[in-house]
């Protein structure tokens, strides 16, 4: 091997999930003792690659090449005897043992002999790795006594075991290491990846593109599941990769602005003022009858606790949330349903639908009345108003006595939301990433789907998969930092704001 | 709103179909391949007699059964069964020469409030039903000493109780007829309301029927209801037919039940059976307890083959495509 030969290389990797292409042939190139930024917007196919990358995904095609030999990963150990480990998202350290034990934790090696810790083994190769990375964290530590950053650096530790595993230099995925850290121990954090350049290559995942600008010397754009292109990050700017990641949104009116209503209604439908909770503080936020407004904010923003408070399914501390000027006792579920809210979860297939329950059922679990006759069902009424639904919302569904779980994603996703329209009384939609796993098409759908709520006079809260989405289907967008409003901006038909002056805002 | 209408074909194959039905059927198919099994190894076991002692035997099992079926498809189990219908064995003998007639439904009521205080704490303290039931159950057992004085309470008249222990048309034990109608009645409840969605919501995925706005709650402290009204109604059953409440009388049909539960095919994590399964589960237990002595099997080997079936049975009717986990 060369010095010119690349640490790691992918060629044309495939992934098929049922209904979604997440990785449709990707390429990707880390030379030795390179930091490799990976951009992407949610569902770019960044996870996926990364777990190929580790082992915990089979690719249905595509070569993966470590120093110029192709390897095939079959699991994290596969992984790491080639060199290759990763920092998860979830910090993934076992919180009632010590930094020592989790370091070595898996790869135990000379720390233990005969079934039993040799504790002084132990510390001395925990120590050893800290070593690496200079940092003075005591090795018997308890874990959950140390703070977020120093945790991230045992992890950095305990992933640059691989090195004496696989007696090459490593390559290292840093996968979000940001998202928990303040920004003083992000700074620590730069440093110490700079630092593993010496050593070691590395591949970072953010959110935030000024970080990836900051500690990157290359960055790879991932769209929909292929490689959109690279930038050397010497002089870039955010809004350079950010059109990489979003790609030309062409002429196509993919979000359907052509069907958005002019909002007219004087008063507001949805009324909130000063709502407190554990993570977003002091939120107003008023939405008119007939208005989308979407919540948009980085992860831990606080976006998704307020809206799950808005449906009783969070607890506030403080404020008031009235519905068409009437105050509502949350939290409950029940009061909020009973309110005319109506809420799509973001985790569909844990939180949205009950899979092994039918299509029928799914579809009237909330709005028992309308299959009922007294308090008896009424099959007759059921099976006419199911199937007028199954058709008004063309859900592709064998029947209405199907369970739900055999419905491609997209079709669950319209049964989910029929739930709340079946009755007829819904007032104020609060829809939690409506299209996240939905492909092109379903996504157009649910877009359609939300125009024509919306000019029935539905007020909707959004919250956007990605900026893209946000600025396309609202009228008005709210952007969350650190649990508070940072910004609204208005966001009309021929008047769309563009996604940096939103990022702005964000960080 | 005008959408165009794109049905597509069916995705699902028809294979399935069949499939699925016959696992409905699964435990009334085990059932008469036990009947058969024990008619063939002793053809003397399928007389008017031998049923009509059977049935009898598993009228309580089929009612305590029943009920905690409901608590099992909500997601939870009531381990406390058995141990509150010896509690109301007792009280029923204590309370007959007072109350006369009236012992009767004021002994299925106070267990049905004991059920809900167990319910209730299970929902309002965010215990596991398997330990709020389990403490219950220690609780119940040593309340049922106290008031017995350790020692079976005889009922010296037992009319107001006796219509139990009677035959419908000479062979059919009444108590039997009662679990059946038991049985019948709750399944139709669920049949016929929102019940049965709201039960199996809870019991497939809590959070999700939480966030569709289901009365998650009250719907579980209902299932305890009911699982502590069949526990007192078992004990009537019981009384009817010992002349006498004991502090133990019932403590032996708390597995028997579970198993009863699980045979018929109801997950045991919740969502997926119904009471009907619990029925024929019940029947092929007592079955089991009563025919294999019947037939002639070693005691020793009783339990063994005991084990056996159970497990054999499960297999069979636990309908997998309808539950995630397997635990």
């Not at chain 1, 690349?6 to 044309?12: C, I, K, M």
């Not at chain 1, 925990?126 to 959950?144: C, M, N, V, Y």
């Not at chain 1, 939301?417 to 379903?442: E, S």
């Not at chain 2, 017995?148 to 035959?167: F, H, M, N, Q």
Request: hydrophobic residues 50%; aromatic residues 4%.
């Amino acid at each position: 091997m060369n010095a010119s030969t690349p640490a790691l290389e992918v060629r044309g990797l495939v992934k098929h999930y049922p209904g979604v292409k997440a990785l449709d042939g990707v390429d990707l190139i880390v030379r030795q003792n390179e930091v490799l930024g990976l951009a992407g917007e949610n569902g770019a196919g960044k996870s996926t690659l990364l777990k190929a990358l580790v082992g915990l995904v089979t690719p249905d095609a595509g070569e993966i090449y470590v120093r110029g030999e192709q390897v095939k990963l079959r699991s994290v150990v596969d992984a790491a005897d080639h060199g290759i480990g990763m920092v998860f998202q979830e910090q993934s350290l076992v919180p009632n043992l010590t930094a020592a034990e989790n370091i070595v934790l898996g790869s135990e090696g000379a720390a233990v002999r005969r079934g039993v810790y040799r504790w002084d083994t132990m510390r001395r190769l925990a120590q050893e790795q800290l070593d690496k990375i200079g940092s003075d964290i005591d090795p018997l530590a308890r874990t959950d006594t140390l703070t977020f950053a120093d945790r991230q650096m045992v992890e950095i530790a305990k992933v640059l075991r691989i090195e004496e595993r696989s007696q090459h230099p490593p390559v290292i995925i840093l996968d979000e290491p940001t998202s928990v850290l303040e920004s003083k121990e992000i700074e620590t954090l730069f440093a110490q990846i700079r630092r593993l350049r010496e050593f070691a290559s590395v591949i970072f995942v953010s959110h935030r593109l000024d970080e990836v600008l900051d500690v990157c010397d290359r960055v790879t754009v991932l769209r929909g599941g292929q490689s959109a292109g690279e930038v050397a990050t010497a002089g870039a700017e955010p809004g350079e990769l950010h059109r990489m990641m979003i790609g030309s949104t062409g002429s196509d009116d993919h979000y359907h602005e052509n069907a958005a209503a002019p909002v007219t209604a004087a008063e507001p439908r949805l009324s909130v003022r000063g709502m407190s909770g554990k993570t977003f503080h002091g939120i107003d936020l008023d939405v008119a009858a007939g208005e989308i407004v979407a919540i948009v904010g980085v992860h831990g923003s606080g976006r998704e606790d307020v809206c799950r408070a808005l449906f009783g399914a969070e607890p506030t501390t403080a404020g008031e949330i009235r519905m068409d000027g009437k105050k509502i006792d949350l939290p409950g579920t029940r009061a909020a349903c009973a309110a005319g809210i109506g809420y799509v979860p973001a985790e569909r297939k844990i939180e949205g639908m009950v899979g092994p329950m039918s299509v029928a059922e799914n579809m009237t679990l909330t709005k028992q009345r309308a299959r009922c006759t007294g308090p008896f069902v009424a099959p007759r009424k059921q099976a006419g108003l199911v199937d007028r639904w199954i058709e008004r919302l063309s859900i592709r569904t064998p029947g209405r006595d199907t369970a739900i779980g055999r419905l491609s994603g997209g079709n669950q996703q319209k049964v989910v939301l029929a739930r709340w329209l079946v009755a007829g009384d819904i007032r104020l939609l609060l829809l939690d990433h409506p299209t996240r796993g939905l492909d092109i098409g379903a996504r157009s759908e649910v877009y359609r789907l939300m125009r024509e709520l919306a000019a029935s006079g539905v007020a909707t809260v959004l919250l956007a998969d990605s900026l893209e989405e946000a600025i396309g289907m609202a009228d008005r967008i709210l952007v969350m930092n650190d649990g508070r409003v940072a910004a609204e901006i208005a966001c009309p038909s021929g008047g769309k704001p563009s996604p940096l002056d939103l990022v702005k805002e964000m960080v | 709103m005008s959408i165009p209408v794109a049905l597509q074909p069916a995705t699902v194959s028809a294979k399935a179909r069949p499939a699925r039905r016959l696992t409905g059927f699964m435990p009334i198919i085990a059932l008469a391949v036990l009947v058969a099994a024990l008619t063939v190894a002793d053809p003397g076991f399928l007389t008017q007699r031998s049923l009509t002692a059977a049935s009898r035997t598993a009228a309580p099992l089929i009612v305590l059964a029943a009920g905690a079926t409901l608590v099992v498809l909500c997601g939870g189990i009531d381990l406390s069964i058995a141990a509150l219908a010896s509690l109301s064995t007792v009280l029923l003998a204590l309370w007959l020469p007072d109350l006369g007639g009236l012992a009767t439904p004021v002994v299925v009521l106070v267990a049905t409030v004991i059920g809900a205080v167990q319910g209730t704490a299970h929902v309002l303290l965010r215990i596991p039903s398997f330990i709020v039931t389990l403490g219950g159950l220690s609780i119940l057992s040593a309340v049922a000493l106290v008031v017995s004085g350790a020692g079976t309470v005889r009922v010296v008249d037992d009319s107001a109780v006796k219509w139990l222990d009677l035959y419908v048309g000479g062979y059919v034990p009444m108590s039997f007829a009662v679990a059946v109608v038991v049985v019948a009645l709750i399944a139709l409840v669920l049949r016929v309301t929102p019940l049965h969605s709201w039960i199996s919501a809870t019991g497939y995925s809590e959070s999700a029927a939480r966030l569709a706005g289901t009365p998650v709650d009250l719907v579980k402290v209902g299932a305890f209801c009911v699982s502590g009204a069949c526990a007192g109604l078992a004990a009537v059953m019981l009384v009817s037919r010992q002349f006498s409440g004991g502090p133990t009388m019932a403590d032996n049909l708390l597995l028997p039940a579970v198993a009863a539960i699980v045979v018929g095919g109801t997950a045991i994590t919740g969502g997926h059976g119904s009471v009907w399964r619990s029925l024929a589960g019940a029947l092929v237990v007592t079955l089991l307890r009563v025919g294999l002595p019947i037939v002639g099997v070693p005691s020793a080997y009783e339990q063994i083959l005991y084990g056996v079936i159970i497990v054999v049975a499960v297999a069979l009717t636990l309908d997998r495509s309808r539950v995630s986990i397997i635990k």
